[in-house]
């Protein structure tokens, strides 16, 4: 177990303390300034159960926490969680991925339960279903592949059907190129993704199920530039991550507009901090990882990005684009299909360091997490007020670990970090060595609850605001 520092709540002032007689006179300004933190020690004891006894507090992952909560759901994967039956191989990767990210292992005996249950969930002609005897879905196959890999013992891997798992994504195949969740489903971009990113995962990608799949995703972009689950549908922060890293891995980014899409996602980062799934709509602690991994990878894909830019100024338009200017062809070399090492594409990738500082505000996304999903008994949540469960607690921390610059496999995302991996570009905040350096985070600068608030009011969802209000008391007055 890591002796990380964990969050003893910061001691207030005594209000019975008597009154110092001989207190200065005060500006208008300082006493605004009181206000204001007052304000804020009545949110952090909201939060924390404590008021802070400065106006900077420390953020920090509640690490032990968090790994209580998940290991415990593991270890009662079957009595605790019968109403999501459909959905079991899930919850193992709800809790084993973020177990992972918090270096966390788990004793061989947990792990191989894990293994063995998902063994039950896979289905003789291929694919996982989600519970033994159910019909295999790709979403549920994604689950469970990854959480196999993620155990990465040899009976893990072993246990992984590969010419069962190739039959059944080809069967799963449209012929317009793209996938159907299972016999007789939805067609989706969700479907594309876990389709190619299991078939990356153990190196069964082969052009066969790679035709059409990059063709479909493109014209599931949006006027908007986000990406949509199916051509014509509204740009989601889900399908927008599904979508870029199935191209990434097929090696087809360039089939987007990434430009458009990057101004998208951006901007679906609030004033609260945190990010919402689409145009509109409040915040949520997932999305830190939809949409924060999503813009995170376009900092490797600096040269299309690039490219894509020079060609929109210049006055020469590709032919066949659409509402968002992205060039059917692609606007990189031609690839040969007959030699696509797919094999190779994957792992290249994550293998490519930053080549820009994160395009998002990664450390407003850090405090977001840290401030305004982490529960204090451990779990991770959507937003406060909304109670902690383990698919939040599982894409709150990946947000987290997107959010985090530097080499993912010497890091340990245990307080707030900032600042850029790549040579020469400007830090935000530095880091001593390749140590975490943890922030002080000034946090009237956050500013969050208040406007998570504000937008409740501004969009008319008075029945949410009334709820923010009522765990914000001090807060009424001044709004
Ligand atoms: C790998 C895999 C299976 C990925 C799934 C990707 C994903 C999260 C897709 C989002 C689906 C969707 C339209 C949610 C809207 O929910 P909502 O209306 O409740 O939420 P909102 O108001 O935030 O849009
Ligand atoms: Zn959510």
Do not use: W
């Given at each position: 177990m890591d002796s990380s520092p964990q969050p003893a709540p910061p001691t207030g002032r005594d209000p019975a303390a008597p009154a110092d007689p001989e207190l200065p006179r005060l500006t208008v300004t300082q006493v605004e300034q009181m206000k204001v933190e007052a304000r804020v020690a009545d949110i952090y004891r909201v939060l924390y159960g404590a008021a802070p006894n400065t106006k900077s507090v420390m953020l920090e992952l509640w690490r032990d926490q968090h790994i209580e909560y998940l290991t415990h759901g593991l270890r009662h994967l079957g009595p605790a969680f019968h109403v999501l039956d459909a959905n079991r191989p899930w919850l193992c990767y709800w809790m084993v991925h973020p177990l992972a990210l918090l270096d966390e292992?788990?004793?061989?005996?947990?792990?191989?339960?894990?293994?063995?249950?998902?063994?039950?969930?896979?289905?003789?002609?291929?694919?996982?279903?989600?519970?033994?005897?159910?019909?295999?879905?790709?979403?549920?196959?994604?689950?469970?592949?990854?959480?196999?890999?993620?155990?990465?013992?040899?009976?893990?891997?072993?246990?992984?059907?590969?010419?069962?798992?190739?039959?059944?994504?080809?069967?799963?195949?449209?012929?317009?190129?793209?996938?159907?969740?299972?016999?007789?489903?939805?067609?989706?971009?969700?479907?594309?993704?876990?389709?190619?990113?299991?078939?990356?995962?153990?190196?069964?990608?082969?052009?066969?199920?790679?035709?059409?799949?990059?063709?479909?995703?493109?014209?599931?972009?949006?006027?908007?530039?986000?990406?949509?689950?199916?051509p014509h549908a509204e740009a989601h922060g889900g399908y927008t991550f599904c979508g870029l890293a199935a191209l990434i891995l097929l090696n087809e980014a360039e089939k987007l507009d990434l430009p458009c899409l990057i101004d998208w996602v951006a901007f679906r980062q609030g004033v609260e901090c945190g990010f919402q799934g689409r145009t509109n709509k409040l915040v949520d602690g997932c999305y830190s990882f939809w949409q924060g991994a999503?813009?995170?990878?376009?900092?490797?894909?600096?040269?299309?990005?690039?490219?894509?830019?020079?060609?929109?100024?210049?006055?020469?338009?590709?032919?066949?684009?659409?509402?968002?200017?992205?060039?059917?062809?692609?606007?990189?070399?031609?690839?040969?299909?007959?030699?696509?090492?797919?094999?190779k594409f994957g792992f290249d990738f994550i293998q490519r360091s930053n080549q820009i500082s994160p395009l998002f505000h990664n450390i407003a996304l850090q405090q977001y997490i840290l401030l305004c999903a982490q529960v204090l008994e451990g779990g991770l949540r959507d937003k406060p007020g909304k109670n902690r469960d383990h698919y939040h607690s599982c894409y709150c921390l990946s947000g987290l670990s997107v959010s985090q610059p530097g080499d993912w496999r010497r890091r340990r995302p245990f307080t707030l970090r900032g600042g850029s991996p790549a040579k020469g570009e400007g830090m935000p905040f530095r880091r001593r060595g390749r140590r975490a350096h943890p922030l002080r985070v000034d946090i009237l600068r956050c500013h969050v609850l208040r406007h998570l608030l504000h937008r409740c009011l501004a969009t008319g969802r008075l029945q949410e605001a009334a709820r923010w209000l009522a765990l914000l008391p001090d807060l009424h007055m001044n709004t």
């Open positions: 292992v788990l004793d061989d005996d947990l792990e191989d339960d894990i293994v063995d249950f998902l063994a039950r969930c896979q289905d003789k002609d291929g694919g996982y279903g989600g519970g033994p005897g159910q019909l295999p879905h790709l979403a549920t196959t994604y689950a469970a592949v990854n959480t196999l890999v993620t155990i990465g013992s040899k009976r893990a891997l072993s246990s992984i059907n590969r010419d069962n798992l190739y039959k059944f994504m080809l069967r799963m195949k449209d012929e317009s190129g793209a996938f159907r969740m299972h016999d007789g489903g939805e067609i989706d971009v969700r479907a594309s993704y876990t389709a190619i990113s299991v078939a990356s995962l153990v190196n069964i990608l082969d052009v066969e199920l790679a035709k059409g799949v990059g063709d479909y995703i493109a014209r599931c972009q949006t006027y908007e530039g986000g990406i949509a689950g199916e999503a813009i995170a990878l376009t900092q490797k894909l600096v040269m299309i990005i690039d490219e894509q830019l020079k060609l929109s100024y210049s006055c020469k338009k590709p032919s066949g684009e659409d509402a968002c200017g992205t060039s059917s062809s692609g606007c990189t070399s031609e690839k040969s299909s007959s030699v696509v090492d797919y094999a």
